[in-house]
């Protein structure tokens, strides 16, 4: 199969990734517009303020500056914090999954490499029966032992 083909395997996970990610990215940024779009009419707060409470009420920082003081903006706020949350928490994860997968691959793509490297060297220069320090050891000294001083 072709690399560019785009049906390749490893083309179409690329692709499913960046996807992914991309929707996680859409669904933070449409729950943060919409948290502030609600404050900024139910509450009557400015849209910086109505933002800021939003980004702190998701990301549990919580300071405690803005406190809804309508009906309305208290339920709402609960049901934002338990929608808003799950989203927020699942993107973090996800996105922190991505990091880890991504490190994963590097390190097998590195581990391949080497030995790729060492089953291909004509003198074997990383052999494992031989400790890595080898060359560093200390070599032995003739010593002298002088019958007088003893």
Do not use: C
């Amino acid at each position: 199969m072709p690399q560019n083909d785009p049906f390749h395997r490893p083309y179409l996970l690329l692709v499913m990734r960046g996807f992914k990610a991309l929707t996680l990215l859409a669904m933070v940024l449409l729950i943060i517009a919409s948290g502030t779009v609600f404050f900024h009419h139910i509450e009557g707060w400015s849209w910086l303020d109505s933002y800021f409470f939003t980004v702190v009420t998701l990301s549990t920082v919580g300071y405690g500056s803005f406190v809804p003081v309508t009906a309305a903006g208290k339920i709402g706020t609960t049901i934002f914090i338990f929608i808003g949350l799950g989203i927020f928490a699942v993107a973090i994860q996800q996105f922190g999954s991505f990091a880890v997968r991504k490190r994963e691959e590097h390190t097998e793509w590195l581990i391949a490499r080497l030995r790729h490297g060492h089953d291909h060297r004509e003198d074997h220069a990383f052999d494992e029966d031989r400790p890595a320090n080898e060359d560093d050891a200390p070599q032995p000294q003739n010593v002298t032992v002088d019958d007088k001083n003893s």
